[in-house]
Structures are given as structure tokens and as C-alpha cells.
């Protein structure tokens, strides 16, 4: 099966821009995951949806991250303005509908904000 | 709440010897447990993981590790290391209520000597 993929790969954009990352889940895993991990550190979550809505937005950033999942399939991922401490890995996961079987990872978007 | 401490940011083995990577959690109510492998530039990649079954789960790559609830540990083992180990290693924990949402350590990371 083809995995979780998300674009861009890299991007480098100054502080007070705004960003949008983009990921397509496995087919069939009703839910996803957008985590942001930052060098040295594990994935934290930052939303988690169940097809279309929302589940867990407790850890986003709502004054800067806003995400969507129109139809329940892919989702985007917007930072706007950004800060110097978004540099991160945004990583978009996606499980299956038994939860307890672990995420699929995609390669995630590297983030460097100057 | 849950959390994750993973006991030492850096290990360090010899080609052939054991790996041991150690994780301990807290978790108010029955865990779910997973370890992940990241190698550079990639996601993470789901190792083994524990869902209340047998306490000691078998993984991929030769990997396995022992859930014992008198000392809240899941710790990674592996009899004899190859190069291509090399790599970060996450443990995670998310509870069998909600199993979605993971929470994961800062991370191990193994490097093998040749």
C-alpha cells in the first residue's frame, strides 16, 4: 500500500510569513495526525482528526496553526505569521481504524524559519 | 496524564553485542506501548508495540521488548547489533481509552561501532 505522503519536503521562509505543509493519509485510516517535533526532542501532537472533525486540538497553537481535513481524506497544515521557534519536522501520520495498531509516518516537512 | 522517559539520549555498542534502550512510563490506566525507529531525513517507522497481549512482543529487525507493569518499563533489546541499527529510537505511550493520541519520549540514540 502506498504510504503517508506529505510536501513539500524542505522550507525556508522568514520569520512573519505564513506556510502551508500538506499531507495525504494510507487509504482507508479514518484518522490523522500533525506532529511537530523539534530537534532533540520526540513528536508532539498538535491535532488529531477522525475523518473530518477534529478530535484533540488541545496542544495547537490557535493564535498561529490552523488545520483542515475538508473531506476527510488529505489535510493541510497552515502557520501564519510564523516565529523563529516553529523551526521544526512537521510529520503527518495517519492509523488504522483499530488505533492500537501505531501510526504509518510520513517523511515529514522540514521548517527552518530565519 | 501520560509521559515517557527514555533513559539515556545516546547508547553506544559494538557491532554484535546487545542493544538495550530503555523506556519507563506513567500512565494512569492501562498503556498501550510502542517503540519507532527514525532514520535521518525520514519518518518514524513502527518497530513492535504492546496492546495487552503477550509482554514480550517480537518486532521487526530482530527487535523485541518486555512490558512489566511492577516496574512500569518497556525497554528495547536487540541480542546482537548491526550497523544498520544506527538510528533514533522513540518509545511512545498513549492509553486504551483513547489510543490515538501518543505520547512519545525524547529519544535514543544508537550508534554502532564497527
Known amino acids: 500500500e502506498a504510504g503517508v505522503a506529505q510536501s513539500p519536503r524542505y522550507k525556508i521562509i522568514e520569520k512573519r510569513q505564513s506556510v502551508a505543509f500538506w499531507c495525504n493519509p494510507i487509504?482507508?485510516?479514518?484518522?490523522l495526525y500533525w506532529y511537530q517535533q523539534i530537534l532533540g526532542q520526540g513528536p508532539k501532537l498538535l491535532i488529531q482528526?477522525?475523518?473530518?472533525?477534529?478530535?484533540?486540538d488541545s496542544q495547537l497553537p490557535k493564535d498561529r496553526f490552523s488545520a483542515e481535513r475538508l473531506k476527510g481524506v488529505d489535510s493541510t497544515l497552515k502557520i501564519q505569521p510564523a516565529k523563529l521557534e516553529d523551526s521544526a519536522v512537521y510529520l503527518c501520520?495517519?492509523?488504522?481504524?483499530?488505533?492500537?495498531?501505531?501510526?504509518?509516518f510520513g517523511s515529514g516537512t522540514r521548517l527552518t524559519v530565519v | 496524564a501520560q509521559s515517557v522517559t527514555q533513559l539515556g539520549s545516546h547508547v553506544s555498542v559494538s557491532e554484535g553485542a546487545l542493544v538495550l534502550l530503555r523506556c519507563n512510563y506513567s500512565?494512569?490506566?492501562?498503556?498501550?506501548l510502542f517503540w519507532y525507529v527514525q532514520y535521518p531525513n525520514q519518518g518514524l517507522q513502527l518497530l513492535l508495540k504492546?496492546?495487552?497481549?503477550?509482554?514480550l512482543v517480537k518486532g521487526i529487525n530482530g527487535f523485541e521488548a518486555e512490558f512489566k507493569k511492577s516496574e512500569t518499563s518497556f525497554h528495547l533489546t536487540k541480542p546482537s547489533a548491526h550497523m544498520s541499527d544506527a538510528a533514533e529510537y522513540f518509545c511512545?505511550?498513549?492509553?486504551?481509552?483513547?489510543?490515538?493520541?501518543?505520547?512519545f519520549g525524547d529519544g535514543t540514540t544508537l550508534t554502532v561501532k564497527p
Open positions: 482528526f477522525q475523518n473530518n472533525g477534529v478530535v484533540d
Open positions: 501520520a495517519s492509523s488504522h481504524p483499530q488505533a492500537n495498531y501505531g501510526y504509518t
Open positions: 487509504s482507508g485510516h479514518a484518522t
Open positions: 504492546y496492546t495487552s497481549a503477550a509482554t
Open positions: 500512565s494512569s490506566v492501562p498503556p498501550y
Open positions: 511512545a505511550v498513549s492509553d486504551q481509552t483513547n489510543a490515538g493520541k501518543s505520547t
